[in-house]
């Protein structure tokens, strides 16, 4: 059973950091390259970040580029998106994927206000 668990999400400031963890199963995370979206309220659902098999061939949406880093660790079959200098536009549900497989996480709350 193929499983995308995400986590980390929460209530940031603006200008503060959180780090999305995505836990993969049921399927050889390492064969996949692996990618970021987000949805928010009243939006369609847009990519972020992808990041090849290797971790090369990394990839970000213009507004998080120089404040979103997103990384893998193969051995723990882990995604992760670390987020930092978040902006109330940041507000959303983040889910991780397996593009080539259309394998979709439930998604993560992560809602940016002071």
């Known amino acids: 059973q193929v499983q995308l668990v995400e986590s980390g999400g929460g209530l940031a400031q603006p200008g503060g950091s959180l780090r999305l963890s995505c836990v993969a199963s049921?399927?050889?995370?390492?064969?996949?390259?692996m990618s970021w979206y987000r949805q928010a309220p009243g939006k369609e659902r847009e990519y972020v970040a992808g990041?090849?098999?290797?971790?090369?061939?990394?990839v970000y949406v213009d507004s998080v580029r120089g404040r979103f880093t997103i990384a893998r660790d193969n051995g723990k079959n882990t995604l992760y998106l670390q987020m930092n200098g978040l902006q109330r536009e940041d507000t959303a549900v983040y889910y991780c994927?397996?593009?080539?497989?259309?394998?979709w996480g439930q998604g993560t709350q992560v809602t940016v206000s002071s």
């Open positions: 994927c397996a593009p080539t497989l259309d394998y």
């Open positions: 049921g399927f050889t995370f390492s064969r996949y390259s």
């Open positions: 990041i090849g098999r290797d971790g090369t061939n990394i």
